[in-house]
Nanobody, 123 residues
Framework: QVQLVESGGGLVQPGGSLRLSCAAS????????IGWFRQAPGKEREGVSC????????YYADSVKGRFTISGDNAKNTVYLQMNSLKPEDTAVYYCATANVFSAYGCYENDYWGQGTQVTVSP
């Protein structure tokens, strides 16, 4: 049974850092791309970053390039999202999801989702 569990969210001041984790079970990271998505209140969900550990490829949305880093630990079957220089506009619920398609524009055909973790960036 495929399961994704996010953790690491919280409240942080602008300019601060957080590291989100997405622990996967029921498959291995090399079998699927994993994407991070976020949804702020009143806004549509957007793709933030994506990783294909098998192909060693990553994708970042323009809004987070240079600030966020995605990585995968195959031994722990976990994907991380290191978020630095956080801004109030990064406030959202962050989700990880499996993806059957990895492209230069992000991860698509997301069939399994985690429950989400809240990230709040505020003074």
């Amino acid at each position: 049974q495929v399961q994704l569990v996010e953790s690491g969210g919280g409240l942080v001041q602008p300019g601060g850092s957080l590291r989100l984790s997405c622990a996967a079970s029921g498959f291995t990271l090399d079998d699927r791309a994993i994407g991070w998505f976020r949804q702020a209140p009143g806004k549509e969900r957007e793709g933030v970053s994506c990783i294909s550990t098998y192909d060693r490829l990553t994708y970042y949305a323009d809004s987070v390039k240079g600030r966020f880093t995605i990585s995968g630990d195959n031994a722990k079957n976990t994907v991380y999202l290191q978020m630095n220089s956080l801004k109030p506009e990064d406030t959202a619920v962050y989700y990880c999801a499996t993806a059957n398609v990895f492209s230069a524009y992000g991860c698509y055909e997301n069939d399994y989702w985690g429950q989400g973790t809240q990230v709040t960036v505020s003074p």
